[in-house]
């Protein structure tokens, strides 16, 4: 029974297309991430939602919006997608976040390959 | 900001321990992740620090040092299995949870 899952896993499309990647997670958590993962490894925080409440936005263009439409699920959708956007985009959930509350361990999705062409 | 430092491979052998440094400079620190990731898989969970000091869990441990600005993760009775990426990140006092990732270190266990 998977904890965080994201679909699909890999995703081909062409330059100027619109795609979502959809993301459920049954663990009860509160918050909700998306990650990017470049080709260089690196992992990056894009969006961060607390029972539906986006909290944070980092610099991503506008081209990228994530929904959540109940605090279990974050789904991320992506315009006019650009060569650039080919990465391994992690979705991930945590318990709870906020002033006096512990930092706790984020649970990540299998990640879904996005190959633009 | 936060900036997160650690090498970028490693190689170690079989049975041998093997210390993996991260260094941090970051405003509002909060506590240190460790994570490991296999190749083609997710990021998962190994340890996390928020006050000085070590941190045991099996054949893994971590420690962390505010006023340096470093954490290691120590592994030790090394396995062919252990050979895999490992994630230092930097977590955010204050709202959104926020976890800042380095690179990442390459880590090669061999015979």
């Known amino acids: 029974d998977t904890a965080v899952s994201q679909t699909p896993k890999y995703l081909v499309t062409q330059m100027g297309n619109d795609k979502s990647i959809k993301c459920e997670q049954n663990?009860?958590?509160?918050?909700m991430y998306w990650y990017k993962q470049d080709s260089k490894k690196f992992l990056k925080i894009m969006f961060s939602y607390n029972n539906k409440e986006l909290i944070i936005n980092e610099t991503v263009p506008n081209r990228f919006s994530p929904k959540s439409p109940d605090k279990a699920h974050l789904n991320l959708h992506i315009n006019s997608l650009e060569l650039g956007d080919s990465a391994v985009y992690f979705c991930a959930s945590s318990q709870g976040w906020g002033r006096g509350k512990p930092n706790t361990e984020a649970f990540f999705g299998q990640g879904t390959r996005l190959t633009v062409v | 900001g936060q900036n997160i430092d650690q090498p970028t491979e490693m190689t170690a052998t079989e049975g041998a321990i093997v210390q993996i440094n991260c260094t941090y400079q970051?405003?509002?620190?909060?506590?240190l992740f460790w994570y490991q990731q296999h190749a083609g898989e997710a990021p998962t969970f190994l340890s996390y620090?928020?006050?000085?000091g070590l941190e045991e869990k099996g054949r893994f441990s971590s420690f962390l040092s505010r006023s340096k600005g470093y954490s290691y993760l120590l592994l030790k009775e090394l396995q062919m299995k252990d050979s895999a990426s490992y994630l230092c990140?930097?977590?955010?006092?204050?709202?959104?949870?926020?976890?800042?990732f380095g690179t990442g270190t390459q880590l090669k266990v061999e015979l």
């Open positions: 663990l009860g958590h509160d918050t």
């Open positions: 970051t405003s509002g620190f909060n506590g």
């Open positions: 620090n928020v006050l000085d």
């Open positions: 990140a930097g977590s955010r006092a204050g709202g959104g949870n926020k976890l800042t």
